[in-house]
């Protein structure tokens, strides 16, 4: 079993996943832009029982298009997001990819919101395109 390591940029909040992913994504959203300060945002989902948190978290609750609303946790002290939990889908935590620093976690399978890509990004030949 694979455990790996999620982390803030100052350390104080950790999340700890004993899974393998359920699903790596990428979403090009202009709402996944503002709040990765990058051009596109690249996520796991876990299964939250594999998920173990440590640290101290504040919370932003975004309400997406669909009405649907998203929870992020982020550390207070340097501002990054290490997992969110978005409703209905409470049995998952999802952890941005870079939270985990490691070049050799697995290539997402899919990509949303591709309207909103741009122009100089290329996703993967075998990506799933999704809305
Ligand atoms: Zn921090
Ligand atoms: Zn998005």
Do not use: K
Not at 49 to 63: K, L, Q
Not at 82 to 90: A, D, P, R, S
Not at 112 to 129: A, F, L
Request: some cysteine; overall charge negative.
């Amino acid at each position: 079993m694979t455990t790996r390591t999620a982390s803030c940029s100052c350390g104080q909040l950790t999340a700890v996943t004993s899974a393998e992913p359920i699903r790596i994504s990428v979403c090009h959203c202009l709402a996944c832009q503002r709040r990765t300060g990058s051009v596109f945002a690249a996520q796991a989902r876990f299964p939250a029982n594999s998920v173990a948190i440590a640290g101290a978290a504040t919370t932003y609750v975004r309400v997406g298009d669909g009405g649907g609303s998203c929870t992020f946790h982020f550390c207070s002290t340097c501002g990054a997001t290490v997992y969110y939990t978005c409703q209905g889908g409470e049995d998952n935590i999802a952890i941005p990819v870079g939270a985990f620093a490691d070049p050799a976690f697995p290539a997402p399978t899919f990509s949303v919101y591709e309207e909103r890509m741009h122009s100089w990004v290329e996703m993967p030949v075998d990506i799933e395109h999704m809305d």
